[in-house]
């Protein structure tokens, strides 16, 4: 299997014309995000994952964080920030369903996770 390289790729602009993943990507490209599960949302096919946190506090840095990466790369995920608990969606609006920058920036978000962790065990 291809070393995980989903995370340094950059997202496309994409376009309301622009192509679903194909179920053979799907299977592909899920691999490189095993942590993540393909779920289904009014028809609307998305990738969602829960991450863990000690805290609040924790969890809404990684919010932010996440956030910040979405701004950076002009695509936006659906974020619920709870005590100890974010779970993330990444989908494309335009195309209702997933497109290759949906796991680039799921690949982005796990990168964001360990770092948040390891300050909090080192604070
Ligand atoms: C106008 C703006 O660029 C678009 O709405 C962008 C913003 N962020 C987005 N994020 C996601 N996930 N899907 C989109 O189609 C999308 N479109």
């Known amino acids: 299997m291809t070393e995980n390289n989903l995370s340094e790729e950059k997202c496309v602009a994409c376009?309301?014309?622009a192509p679903k993943v194909s179920s053979q990507e799907k299977v592909e490209l899920i691999k490189q995000i095993p942590q993540w599960r393909i779920v289904e949302k009014n028809g609307v096919e998305m990738l969602e994952?829960?991450?863990e946190?000690?805290?609040f506090a924790s969890?809404?840095?990684f919010t932010e964080r996440v956030g910040r990466l979405a701004e950076q790369e002009k695509h936006h995920p659906s974020l619920l920030t709870e005590w100890g608990k974010v779970t993330v969606w990444w989908w494309t609006h335009k195309i209702h369903g997933l497109h290759r920058n949906d796991f680039i920036m799921a690949a982005k978000t796990d990168?964001?996770?360990q770092p948040i962790l390891k300050d909090y065990v080192e604070s």
């Open 15 to 17: 376009r309301g014309d």
């Open 49 to 51: 994952r829960a991450y």
């Open 53 to 55: 946190f000690p805290d």
């Open 59 to 61: 969890a809404l840095l």
């Open 111 to 113: 990168s964001l996770y």
